[in-house]
């Protein structure tokens, strides 16, 4: 059987790894968390209530000024108490109405592992 470092998300089945695909490095693993912890809603997950920043909420609010800076002092605050394996270089967020109501989010982060830096993109629609 195959080793990893946890369960590639979505669950995929595997004949290589076991019953499912694994995350093998830290960093397919520190992408995988980023992402998790962006789309969990707070009370999704079991026994952790305030974990999650909750992106899909701000995609049906009203875009006000200051929501993207609410966005990324959660985004950051959730990393710190959840990941605090990544160091977030930036964050920015930008709302989009091109294509209806979009989120979109950009995430250059470290790993103290890794030799170089890493860049998460999220494109968050309301459909």
Do not use: C, W
Request: proline share 5%; net charge negative; glycine share 6%.
């Amino acid at each position: 059987m195959a080793s990893g470092l946890s369960v590639f998300l979505p669950l995929t089945f595997s004949e290589k790894d076991g019953p499912y695909f694994l995350n093998k490095t830290i960093k397919e693993l520190a992408k995988q968390n980023l992402k998790m912890v962006i789309l969990t809603n707070p009370g999704e997950r079991m026994m952790n209530p305030e974990f999650g920043v909750g992106i899909s909420r701000f995609i049906f609010e009203n875009k006000e000024s200051g929501f993207e800076s609410d966005i990324i002092g959660k985004i950051n605050s959730q990393v710190s108490k959840h990941i605090p394996y990544v160091n977030l270089i930036s964050v920015d967020v930008r709302d989009s109405t091109e294509f209806g109501d979009q989120i979109m989010i950009t995430i250059e982060y470290s790993i103290p592992t890794e030799q170089k830096k890493q860049i998460l993109n999220l494109m968050l629609n309301n459909t």
